[in-house]
């Protein structure tokens, strides 16, 4: 029923009528209750809570003087670039809307929120805070501001640290426990939305494991406490006053607050902190594999498990050359269903636990091959920093690249395709929205039989060809089959490079 266009009284009346009519059905349910009483069973009578709303006034007295303003000095350049990395909804709630002129020659400073973990400054943040700063300064709860050291920084699960200098210890809070955390217990947020210090919030924690497209290691606390931009890096309380998240990012069609925030899980924020504290950086697990999550049809076609045939397990869909995985004698097709006896459910699932892995480490993964199952022993090597230094994509972490997860052309796959039994290639088995691929055209079940003039005849060596072609043209040409008809498409490099940002 719509009663917006309605006047004040109209509503009114529209509202009684609905109102009425509801307790018309309500009394005709109850009076007719009895002839339901020797097969249905009881109703529900859920118990009301006891206790009253929580006063959260002696929580923030207390926590309040350990947490930060942080102050970023910037290009103008560089605030525009953040702004723009940010197409999908989900928002790092920073205040770029907020910033002002600082000097003539036009730096810029933006405001973010922070926490104190130890008595010698250590300090807790968002990367997006400080990434690209010329300079970073903190403002204590007192108002004492001081210069601010970047630690390290981890882009992958958007934190940083940094540290100050004070004449005397500091008051600081500890880390709690986020995997105790329930759904429905209140939190309190605090930080420094759109420059207003000390700003406090209460919520309730609305979902746990949120996966936003953020990055492969995404497991977010979702709370509906008030988060806006400028609390990005500022903690998540529960009521015993142990931070269990760090405030990163919002969904908001709006740029506010609609109720929907993220906070990433303490846990892991205890794991990151500890590395950049000792060295600076973060060293992950590195496998060599793309993979992708296991649809009914491709369980199908794969004719995998009835136990991959739910979703279980990440399927492989390229195998880095002269990866882990590659000398290990992984192929696309492949699905890794455990790893040192941890199940895996998706491909997120795969980054989390090879990531885990010290380098160096043998890692024994559990794999269905042809629909066989078998044990691989691989020795993990070490991820690569994001300026891409060294090594190459995660188990299962997105990369740069034409946006195509190609799969193995089996028998079944040709017979389910009516193609030649003579036909080889690979099978795009997904293809990334937005993506130079998706730009030019590029469908699920298309066959590549070609990049360039050249043929190939199998999904590692398409995926190599692709991207020596990507490399050394910025333009791919692939051959393609679809329909039983052949025909070329070019792959632009340039177009949709500009999408592949989470927020």
Do not use: C
């Not at 890794?336 to 699932?349: A, D, F, M, Y």
């Amino acid at each position: 029923m719509r009663i917006s266009n309605l006047s004040p009284r109209g509503a009114r009346g529209a509202l009684l009528a609905v109102l009425l009519s509801t307790t018309a059905l309500v009394g005709f349910a109850a009076g007719h209750a009895g002839f339901a009483e020797s097969t249905q069973p009881a109703p529900i009578q859920p118990t009301a809570p006891a206790q009253t709303l929580p006063d959260f006034s002696s929580l923030v007295t207390q926590v309040k003087p350990a947490v930060v303003s942080i102050t970023s000095e910037m290009t103008p350049e560089m605030a525009n670039d953040e702004q723009e990395s940010s197409p999908s909804p989900f928002q790092a709630p920073f205040p770029f809307g907020r910033m002002q002129p600082r000097v003539p020659q036009g730096h810029m400073e933006a405001r973010g929120s922070g926490f104190i973990v130890d008595p010698n400054g250590t300090i807790v943040t968002n990367n997006h805070v400080v990434q690209g700063a010329k300079s970073v300064s903190v403002t204590l709860d007192d108002g004492t501001k001081l210069a601010a050291h970047v630690v390290g920084r981890d882009p992958r699960t958007d934190l940083a640290v940094l540290r100050v200098k004070a004449d005397h210890p500091l008051p600081y809070i500890r880390l709690g426990d986020s995997d105790h955390v329930k759904v429905g217990e209140w939190v309190v947020a605090m930080g420094n939305p759109f420059g207003l210090d000390g700003t406090v919030t209460a919520g309730i924690v609305s979902a746990r494991g949120r996966d936003i497209g953020a990055g492969p290691y995404d497991n977010f606390l979702q709370i509906d406490a008030p988060i806006n931009r400028g609390n990005s890096g500022g903690p998540l309380f529960t009521l015993d006053g142990r931070v269990v998240g760090v405030n990163t990012a919002i969904l908001s069609p709006t740029g506010g607050s609609v109720g929907i925030g993220f906070a990433i899980p303490s846990n892991l924020v205890k794991t990151v902190i500890a590395q950049l504290e000792t060295t600076g950086h973060v060293t992950r697990g590195y496998l060599g594999v793309s993979a992708q999550s296991i649809s009914p049809a491709m369980a199908a076609a794969l004719k995998l498990p009835k136990k991959a045939e739910g979703g279980e397990g990440a399927l492989i869909a390229e195998v880095t050359p002269d990866s882990p995985a590659a000398k290990a004698g992984f192929k696309p097709g492949d699905v890794i269903t455990s790893v040192n006896g941890k199940t895996i459910g998706n491909p997120r699932e795969l980054a989390v636990a090879v990531a885990g892995v010290k380098p160096g480490d043998d890692a024994n993964i559990e794999v269905l091959h042809d629909g066989a199952s078998r044990s691989m022993t691989v020795a993990v090597g070490a991820l690569p920093s994001e300026d891409g230094s060294a090594g190459g994509p995660a188990a299962g972490e997105p990369k740069a690249s034409v946006g195509l997860a190609l799969a193995p052309l089996s028998p079944e796959m040709r017979d389910q395709l009516d193609l030649p039994e003579h036909t080889d290639g690979a099978v795009v088995a997904q293809v990334k929205p937005g993506s130079p691929a998706d730009q030019a055209g590029m469908q699920q079940g298309d066959v590549i039989v070609g990049v360039g003039t050249k043929a190939v005849k199998s999904a590692d060596q398409a995926a190599r060809a692709i991207r020596e072609a990507a490399k050394d043209e910025h333009a791919v040409a692939l051959r393609i089959v679809r329909d039983g008809h052949t025909a070329f498409v070019g792959i632009d490099m340039k177009k949709g490079a500009d999408d592949n940002s989470a927020g």
